[in-house]
């Protein structure tokens, strides 16, 4: 930072040949600058010489001043500027901006120092690592880095993503912050959470989420072990990619209604596998594919490789404007550059699958995939719930710093309706959540797959209502900014945009409300009014 300067010395420099600025307490020369400004040059001409911190507030993120650091000359003489920087790491200073666990007057009894240092950890490599990629990603609509996802693996983040379990055991994870042994349901929520902090749902999903909702299942339900052992360490090297190959066109939430077909030989060797999936998250990347099809006497999943018979194309979504570009580029561009998220729709034509890559038992595939349902569903749940309490910092900064008719937006009481409404709907569900992660540290796998898919089913529906009701509000609090792509509503508008992929993905609301209902009648006694 150069020398102290006056407020009278700044005010000499107001020509468009010498133009300098004050945003807060900083001096900025943006005489070179002026004619790349994206708002045009003009509107710098107005501020030359002057304190344009009020005005630049109404029309600018911070990070605008963090990317243009080099255009700042100096400091004001005796004066200290008062916006928080945030930097990689820190934690927020707004209320309800991070979980009533991580603020300072509060405490829980779920988190320990472990799950505290994790946090920490975590929060700097995601915003260091991830959330600039997933930035960049979100504008040129192209697939995940390898780069990304092997700095990932060498820091244990892909082994994180599956939850709690054998395949942690003796890895340290973020450079020995924690080790896999330690790593709980709180931790894994932690993770849910610090990873949806990027900013960009369309990546959110391309960052190896098929992954996360598909090698779960492998480790629960392959049979054959050294296959097992394999393609694990595989796929959490990040050197092998799989997805989760379940809905159809035919078949969303229906899942009995699946018409992909495995029929297995006379000698009991080999099924051969045909049909099609759609809207497949990561399968235009895939490796393996975890394979819902229909039997003789039911459903059963099978562990299908990419290979001959196996046919991938990329499906446009509303994810991002980068998503429908990378349909444009499509032809243009190398396989592992193509699209963001990689929604996928895969044909499947006389496929050989092994019978050792049998998942589960025959016909009762049911079983394995609604079982693994719940995983995917609570981490959905802490996803969006996160993105709603982002949305809700956003919110609370932009009412501070918006002035209208002369006063900031937070002085008017409708406001602070819209507000309270949206803390209410984040901190319930956040307990919530928190509520069913614990009975998750008490209960197996098997007693969790009975007990807690009604309950995990609930939170989603309610968690992704409550997104609607967050979105709805959070838009007309930031006006056209809020229905604008880039700037000060970016976040806004992509969440209003992109909030109902929560609704729909895993299960819709009104699938999983029912089944929530449905499994808590299983034990209503024969009470009467």
Known sequence: MKAALTRQEVGKHSSPEDLWCIVDHKVYDLTDFAEAHPGGNVVLE????????????NLHRHEVLQKYTSLCVGVLEN??????????GDLSQVPYAEPLWLTPAYSSPYYTDKHRALRKALRKFVDEHVTPEAQEKEKDGTFISQELIDKMAKENVLAMRLGPGEHLKGRDLLSGTMKGEDFDAFADLIASQELARTGSRGFQ???????????TAVQHWLHNEPLKRKLTEEVLAGKKKMCLAITEAFAGSDVQGLRTTAELSEDGKTWTVNGTKKWITNGMFSDYFVTGCKTKKGLTVLLIPRGEGV???????????????????????PLADRGEQATTYIQFENVKVPADHLMGEVDKGM?????????????MACAVIQWSRAVLEECLKWSHQRLVFGKPLISQPVIRQKLAKMIALVESHQAWLETLTYQM?????????????GPIGLLKFSATRAAHDIADESTNIFGGRGITVGGMGSLIEMFHRTYKFDAIL????????????RQAMKNMPNAKL
């Open 205 to 215: 999903d391309g960052n190896m989420a098929g992954m996360t909702i598909s090698l």
């Open 367 to 379: 079983i394995t995939i609604m079982s693994n349902f719940n995983h995917e569903r609570w981490m």
């Open 311 to 333: 046919e991938t194309k990329l499906i446009k979504t509303a994810y991002s404007t980068a998503a429908v570009r990378a349909l444009d580029l499509l032809e243009s561009r």
């Open 79 to 88: 004066e200290t500027p008062e916006v928080i920087d945030q930097q990689p």
């Open 46 to 57: 107005q501020v030359a010489g002057q304190d344009a911190t009020t005005a630049f507030y």
């Open 506 to 517: 895993g299960g819709t609301e009104e699938i999983l409300a029912d089944l929530g209902v």
């Open 441 to 453: 540290t008490t209960m197996s796998y098997a007693q969790q797959s009975k007990s807690l898919g």
